[in-house]
Every structure is written in structure tokens, then in C-alpha cells.
């Protein structure tokens, strides 16, 4: 294989589709920003549009404002723009809450109404968000329901007719992997297994067709790949023909069909407003559109073939410029079977990546060892890639990690 420079990927640059998608974000000069999986830049447009929400729409128009400026319905806004992205329906999404407290009232609902199997099935390497919730879910319902943990290959082979509920994290938030999201669905819908999707790590960086794939449940963030600011609520999508059966658990009143009846008995609202619960975070969710709005005429398939491609070079590199330096790609090398990142091990990753941060290429660390890049079309250059691996190989040969204060844990990696 031929030598990859730096006018490589240059060109690369100039051939891409979505070069002009760049601009729509404040991206501060001389970084390289490689965590947009855990925190996506801001939007040009968030500024003015969360300062008219705090200074015209709260200060002036006060409390009309939930009318008038259709406060209400900005968690059903934020889905319907959401909706493309992930193959839904607009009336199938809704957002409010974080991604762990979304998790809980879709779990919690579906064991209470079922009575089939006593396991509950998850993926060792799961997030450990989905895994506390279901462990804390387990002590409510009183210890009848076990949590059953595979490794990633091994989930398809624990569901089976034990099996009440599957909680799954399409895209591993460690290594980038990615389960078989079609197969899986199917398995379960043919066992009648109620299945929960995490999408925190896929939406709005994998092609997703919930529609097409029959999925029933899933739930996902808005501060990732979505964009839409630092603690963004995340949403819920629950299938059109699974919302009559619904029954909620966590019965706020925003999951009523009449709230501002104030009715004494609780009735469910019949459409995805039922997965609401109380008063919606209204300034975050005007945040969230904003990030939405980044995807703007964009679509999945021309975010995948980049995203790919991004990848793709960044394993190129690392095998090209990085193989003497003790670091080992985690992430599958099969495109089918692999997000929107790459992850790399070494013993001394945490004083790398702080190294790395510390000239201006901002990827993240997780422990033990893990060097997480995160790979977001929207605004990644290939020549921004180029640079980053540079970093990397100058790094590892002259030991300009190697420093005291490269070693200083913070308290978010
Ligand atoms: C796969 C996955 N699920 C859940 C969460 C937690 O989301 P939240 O903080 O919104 O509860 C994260 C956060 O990084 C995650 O990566």
C-alpha cells in the first residue's frame, strides 16, 4: 500500500461533500476537536438563540411564553427534527430527561406489565449508567428479576425463553464496536422479548432506520454526536404501534393526557407524550434544537461514508506512523462492525491523550489505558487526522508526554 502524507488528505478535504457543514459550528482556533462522542461543539447559532430564550422569551414574555413562544412543544420539536436521523416516525420521539433517568421509565415500565422470564439481559462492557439503573431496578421490583451480563458476542446466545427484557448499547462507548442491531431485534420480536436500545454512541453518527429494523424501544443522548450542549436531555423513542400499550410507571403529569386539567385520577396521554414526566427543560431544549439543526439537509448515508473514511485513515496512520509505540487499535477493523470512533490501548495512555490535549487535539481517556477519538463528519478535516497522528508519532519519539504534569489526574478524562 502506498504511503499516506499530509496532501493526501488535503485533497481528501477538498473532495468532501461536507466541507460547508463545518461553519456551522464555533470551533475555538488551533484545536482539533476529537470528543464530539462525549461532548459535541457548539452550533453558531446556540448563543442567540438561548440568549432570546433567557432574555426575551423568560425575562419579557415570562410566564405566556409556554404559549407564545410554544414552550410546549419543544420536547416534541426536538424529536421531529430528530426523526430523520434515526429512520423514525416525528410522533415516535420525545425529549426530556437524562439518557439513565429515560432508561429507567422505559425499563421499568416494560418488566412492570410483563410477566414472562425472570432475566434481565445486558452486555458486560455496557455503559455502567445502564447497569446501575437495572441493578437498582432489580432491588425495587424485590430481587425477582436477574441480571444477566454476556460479552458483546455472546448476547445473542443468553436471550432466550428466560428472558423478560434485552438492554442493549448499539455502539460500545470503550472499543466503537457495534451489535448486529437488525439481527438482535428480530431475534427478540420473534420471542415476543421486549428490547431497549441505547443510541447515545449512534445517533447522529451510524445510519439508523428504527422504522425499517421494527425496533419497539430506545433512548438515547443529545449531547453528543447530536449537539446540543453540555447536560442536553436526552430522548425517547417509543414505535407507533408499541405506544397503546404503554402503560407508564413514571406517571408525571406531563404523561397525562389532560395536564393542565389537573384531574385527581391519572390517565395516560395516548400518544409519545406519554413517556414525558414533569415540566420540560426548556432553555436545554432550546440548546438541543439548535444542535439538531446542525444536521440540516444532511443525510445519514453522507455521514457514514465519511465517517468510515475518517476512520479508515485513522487506522491507516496509526499502522503507518505509530506500530513501534505500543499502541493497540481496539476498535473492529470491519466497517460493518464498527461507530464513529476509534480507540486505541497503551500502558501509558492517560499521559498521552493529556499530552495530545494539551497541544490542541482534544480526544478523551477512560480507564485502563483507553485513548478514545471521536470521529464527527460534520467538522472533521482529513488533514486534522494528518495532524493528530503527527502529534501522536513526534510525542512517542521525542517522550514529550513523558512529564509530571501530564500525569495529574483531573476528575473528568
Ligand atoms: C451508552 C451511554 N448510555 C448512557 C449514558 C449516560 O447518559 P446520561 O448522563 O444522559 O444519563 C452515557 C453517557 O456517556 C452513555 O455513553
Redesign the pocket.
Known sequence: MSTIDRAHCESRDLDDPLRHCRDRFSLPNGIVYLDGN?LGPLPKTAPEAVSRCVSAEWGDGLISSWNDARWIDLPARAGNLLAPLIGARPDEIVFGD??????FKLAAALLASSSRGKNIVSETG??P??IYILEGLIRLLGGRHDLVRADMGDVEAAIDDETALVVL?HVN?RSGAMHPMARITEKCRSMGIPLIW?L??SAGAVPLDLQGDGIEYAIG?G??YLNGGPGAP?FTYIRTSSQPAFDPVLTGWFSHARPFKFEPDYDPHQSIAKAQVGTPPVIALTGMVEGLKTFDDVDQNTIRTKSLALSDLFMALVDQELSEHGFEIVTPRNADNRGSQVSLVHTQGYAIMQYLIAKGFVGDYREPGLLRFGLTPLYLRFADIWDCIACMRDAMETGAWDRPEFGERKTVT
Not at 98 to 103: A, K, Q, Y
Open positions: 462525549s437524562s439518557t439513565s433517568v429515560s432508561l455496557n455503559f449508567t445502564d448499547t462507548y441505547d447515545c454512541h443522548c449531547y453528543k436526552a
